[in-house]
């Protein structure tokens, strides 16, 4: 399998401030790494870099020159009047000039990509009159519109109910498959043990490999500090963060 | 009956006057209209009112020294601009107080020279506008904005509705966010400096968000949103004008009041469509 994007002691932050730091770790087609990290751990500052939103302060990184990103949905505009289409079509206009608006080819390839989520039949729904697991999948046909081998996810999941979350699983699933590289920002250790690889930051880079290597009670304490649960007669298996033993974690993001 | 009706409705354009007015007031419509819906989806109608209030000491001097009103407006929107930069940056004075702080005290100015003895005529035309005096000149920039405003808008739409949506992504998607907001605030400056001497400073604003605003409760997509918003800016201007010609009031605080009336208007369309829907539905 090819590395899409292979980064070695990366460190990164703004002005001086390094907020990660000694990040390496590599993604190859077909993966699902899930980035897991407490909130101000450096996940969100990692997905920056890998846009190219920010330069790293140090260390190499390579990446294929056009990184797809899936946002948090709460960020964005429920009562702006576009539809699903509209949304997709977000997608194409950075690669037109300034001066062209998408036009029949663009809105064609965003209902290609709609399609492709499976939400072609909801293409003219207005995007704030969706439900909260239709809309991620709104942004992930966003984001592939540009058809960028390297896809981010920042806690996609985050709000989604029971059978959305299966859903969007499910799609993450299909899109690995195609070929992509996925990293996926989220909280879910269980869902963690399920993908390919995890990298679990807290500031700096605590440890990155398969799950089974990678998911044990030291590196979560070292990851999300020593306030972690341990459900009652489970062993490593069911070690859970703390700000993730109940549903519904919409709130914790700022 | 019904020729009498076409003869109220044709008697005012039968008044060169009158003419030029309802085609300032159209062509101002058209540029307010779909201007103002990003000025409302952006959430910088209190900016854009703003603006246009500061700008008035400009416009008295200009008046006073008898320089062309555009160059006093321009003059006076940079110093807005500059001063609330500078009271924005004092750090325990936030955005938002310095803009006021900055606005009143500009208008507060705008009013103090503007009374002075020294002053000609014609201010109450810069305060409220003096649709029925435009001249060819005025209806020559209403017609080069309305054009501007109309292809700006139409070329800058997908980075518009990119940046309106979710900022914090544009740049993920290839858009520059501060571009494109330095763009839509160079065409509002450029709007207010143009509509503010058919409309005045005190009523130029009314035509940037009252039509949009009652576009917005009427439209589920943004190209409606745009055309309604035109639409609804045209005719109440137009009514306006009606409005003063036959109860003789004053041209431009009757078109901002039947600007203002639109929102009203589109709210209880909508309310009726809405039960009619369910009246349907039950």
Known sequence: MRDLVVAESLSAG?????????????????????VLGPNGGGKTTLLRVLLGEIEPLAGRLE???????????????????????????????????????????????????????????????????????????VLVARALVRDAPVVLLDEPFSGLDAVSAEGLERLIAELAADGRALLVATHDVEQARRWDRVLCLNGRQVAFGAPADVLTREVLEATYGEAIVTLPGAGDEAIVPPHHHHDGHAHEHA | MIAAIGNALADPWSSELLRRAFL??????????????????????????????????GLVVAALTGLPLLVGGAAGLLVAALAIALAGSIPAIGRDTAVAVVVTALFGLGALLALSPATPAGLESLLFGDPLGVSDADLAMAGALALVVVLALGALHGRLLVVGFDRSVARALGVRALAVDVALLVLICVALLVAVQGLGNLLVVAVLVAPASAARLVSRRMAAMLVSSAAIAVAA??????????????AGASIAAALVASLPLAWLARALSGSARRLRGA
């Open chain 1, 14 to 34: 703004y002005g001086d401030r390094v907020v990660l730091r000694d990040v390496s770790f590599t993604a190859r087609a077909g993966e699902r790494i899930a």
């Open chain 1, 63 to 137: 990446r294929p020159a056009r990184c797809a990103v899936v946002p948090q949905t709460e960020r964005s505009r429920l009562d702006f009047p576009v539809s699903a289409l509209d949304v997709a079509t977000m997608g194409t206009v950075g690669t037109l000039p300034w001066w062209r608006r998408p036009g029949r080819a663009q809105r064609a390839a965003a209902r290609a990509a709609l399609e492709a989520i499976g939400l072609a039949d909801k293409a003219q729904a207005t995007f704030g009159d969706l439900s909260g697991g239709q809309r991620q999948r």
């Open chain 2, 24 to 57: 300032e007031v159209a062509l101002l419509g058209v540029a307010g209209g779909a201007l103002g819906c990003w000025v409302v989806l952006y959430e910088l109608s209190y900016s854009a009112e703003s603006l246009a209030h500061a700008l008035l000491p």
């Open chain 2, 237 to 250: 201007g137009i009514a306006g004008l009606y409005v003063s010609y036959y109860a003789h009031t004053a």
